[in-house]
């Protein structure tokens, strides 16, 4: 594999989408151009009504929706003369082929045409008026329909695409099932779970540009953000190929300038995850997450590899270690993937001090595989929370008591990898890799988008987050706040508690005391030094603030806890995380000039054509734990049985009409 680094280069965006369509007797539409500069609604979260700008023109010309066809019937263009008569058959459930297809000119005649049935139409193009109109229709259909089907052979792809682009545009992550469901409202057929899924590849590449051309169009857009976004990073890994000056694109990463400055006033934790890619390639999306003090996600990094392999992470890792970060002590939470840890081997050691910990869901997930025990999978994560390290061995030995080899397995592990009383307050509190799955949820849509699409998405939504969150915090510093909101409803908590507790110091200038709480059944004793921001109830080095005990000790020494605050949750600190604003990426003719060799997409990483595509992963028991929501039947979504039992099956539009004995 060749490494490339800050190339750059023009290409020209001609290619049409290599996708199947089974209209071969309908001219097709090329794939328009895309401009990749001007964000859709979707990128940046703005309601879709709002940005509407459709044309009303008060002619004579019929819509595509009308059912009944007469001679000197008008239409704007050829597509809405086709869709007029393919509209008319499905309503009627009838069929024809096409005898004539020229740029002017439109003849079909009924699949029966001279055995029995002798319906024909001709439409053509006026070129004094430019409109199209039916010139002549030869009798109604006489054949008979014994159409049972639930597909129709004129609803193709191509035919859905024109029907559905408003949705994707609107959603680009809009389930396939629910364009299944539209087409079966305005149409009464089911088309198939593959005719959707290609028809909305279809409208995509209508919309943000075909998939080959947008690997030619990646480079070209990077370096127009590096050329207005000084700062910005970017990686590309690639192997060779046949043609000159091009390459087979295999990984790109990405860190924008915001992101890397804003990452040194976050907390020091790094949460890595990745997920699959949904579009015409395979691929998976790689992304390194962090949080301010206000627990808003933080996005760092992103990159695009084949997979979630030891050497991508490899290469991942390297990148953020060279480019993004050098600061010490940063805690990277991930789960136990194989690559993933074999990677963090071979990394981890040249990053300074850094420390790896696990997913505490992913732990307990491994631990259910392994002994199938649910009751035991829910103390090793309770044990995993737990603060106080007495409290934890305690659970520990109970644990080991009543599964010896349960025990053994979590002896295997380090301590300070999974646990909270052990890691020293490294995760500042956060136990499981939530921040970089949220990530993966909010670009859930844009994973089956074009490479340069996604890319342009993680551009616009994180402007978006940036302004948000920004403001936020400065108003909130100009309405006289120190901290936001809920950690100071944390504090007038603790100070609250703190009322409640008794102090007994052992030493002023050290800050170690003694703090006695009384409970309805028993008193406990804690210790606590404020100058190693240390309680024994655990809270305080894990959060990084003070807890009551810490609290009460500083009132009885008269200093303010507020010095015991860790800088992080100040929101002048969180304006800085945000400090450094994007930029707009001008329009295409104001870029600099590229010229460096072209991206093609790596023909082995072609979606299987075959089989029904995937857009979700395989779901485990980690997934149900985490659900609240109890699990429906599939046909009529009401709770209590499933889709093979359900009671009203039979009423469902396509299914089968046989009676259960």
Request: glycine share 6%.
């Amino acid at each position: 594999m060749v490494i490339i680094r800050d190339i750059l280069s023009d290409f020209s965006d001609e290619e049409d989408i290599e996708l199947c369509d089974d209209d071969d007797d309908i001219e097709s539409n090329e794939a328009t151009s895309v401009t990749y500069v001007n964000p859709s609604s979707f990128f940046v979260n703005i309601d879709a009504a709002a940005g509407q700008d459709l044309s009303y023109r008060n002619n004579h010309l019929s819509s595509d929706c009308d059912n009944e066809l007469y001679v000197g019937m008008q239409f704007d263009s050829k597509e809405a003369t086709v869709s007029a008569i393919k509209h008319y058959h499905f309503s009627h459930s009838f069929d024809y082929v096409v005898s004539e297809s020229r740029p002017d000119i439109y003849v079909g005649k009924c699949v029966h045409f001279g055995a029995g049935c002798e319906w024909r139409i001709r439409a053509s193009r006026s070129c004094k008026r430019d409109i199209w109109e039916i010139r002549k229709i030869s009798g109604p259909h006489t054949c008979v329909s014994t159409n049972i089907c639930q597909d129709h052979r004129k609803l193709n792809s191509s035919f859905i695409a024109d029907c559905i682009i408003q949705l994707v545009v609107a959603d680009p992550g809009i389930p396939i099932k629910a364009l299944v469901k539209e087409v079966l409202s305005r149409f009464g057929y089911t088309v198939t779970y593959r005719k959707a899924w290609i028809a909305k590849q279809i409208a995509m590449s209508r919309i943000f540009g075909d998939w080959e051309g947008s690997y030619k169009e990646l480079p070209r857009w990077f370096n127009a953000v590096q050329w207005y976004l000084p700062g910005t990073i970017v990686r590309y890994g690639a192997s060779n190929h046949d043609s000159p000056n091009t390459y087979i694109l295999d990984r790109v990463f990405w860190a924008f300038k915001p992101c890397i400055e804003g990452f040194a006033f976050c907390k020091p934790i790094l949460q890595v995850d990745g997920t699959f890619l949904t579009g015409k390639y395979n691929g998976t999306l790689l992304i390194a997450s962090s949080q301010d003090g206000n627990r808003r996600i933080f996005p760092v990094a992103f990159a695009i590899v084949e997979g979630e392999t030891k050497e991508a992470w490899e290469w991942f890792f390297f990148n953020i270690r060279s480019f993004v970060t050098q600061e010490a002590n940063i805690c990277i939470i991930s789960d136990r993937g194989t690559g993933l840890l074999g990677a963090l081997r071979v990394e981890l050691p040249q990053w300074r001090n850094a420390h790896s910990v696990y997913c505490i869901r992913h732990v307990a997930s491994n631990f259910n595989k392994e002994f199938r025990d649910t009751d035991l999978k829910e103390k090793v994560i309770a044990m995993g929370y737990e603060l106080m390290r007495p409290r934890f061995e305690g659970m520990l030995d109970a644990l080991r008591q009543k599964n010896p080899r349960a025990g053994a397995w979590l002896d295997n592990i380090p301590k300070d990898k999974w646990t909270q009383s052990y890691d020293e307050g490294r995760r500042y509190g956060h136990m499981t890799t939530n921040l970089a799955e949220c990530v993966n949820s909010v670009l859930k849509g844009s994973r089956a988008l074009p490479i340069t699409a996604l890319v342009t998405t993680t551009y616009h939504r994180l402007n978006a987050w940036f302004i948000h969150h920004r403001t936020e915090a400065e108003n909130m510093i100009r309405a006289g706040h120190v901290y936001c909101e809920e950690l100071s409803n944390v504090i007038t908590e603790n100070n609250r508690k703190a009322t409640c507790h008794v102090v007994r110091n052992f030493s002023r200038n050290s800050g170690v005391a003694e703090v006695e709480v009384t409970g309805r059944r028993r008193t406990r004793v804690y210790t606590v030094r404020l100058m190693e921001s240390w309680c024994d109830c655990g809270e305080f080095q894990s959060l990084r603030l003070p807890c009551s005990h810490a609290v009460a000790t500083c009132a009885s020494l008269n200093l303010d806890c507020g010095q015991f605050i860790a800088h992080i949750y100040r929101l002048d600190n969180i304006v800085k995380v945000y400090g450094v604003e994007f930029q707009p990426i001008a329009n295409v003719e104001y870029w600099p000039t590229y010229s460096g060799p072209t991206f093609i997409p790596n023909p082995d990483m072609r979606r299987n054509r075959k089989g029904r595509p995937k857009t979700k992963r395989i779901q485990n028991e980690m997934d149900d734990s985490q659900s609240q929501h109890h699990k429906k039947c599939g046909l009529c979504r009401t709770e209590g049985h499933t889709r093979k039992n359900c009671p009203h099956q039979n009423r469902e539009i396509g299914q089968s009409s046989r009676h259960n004995n």
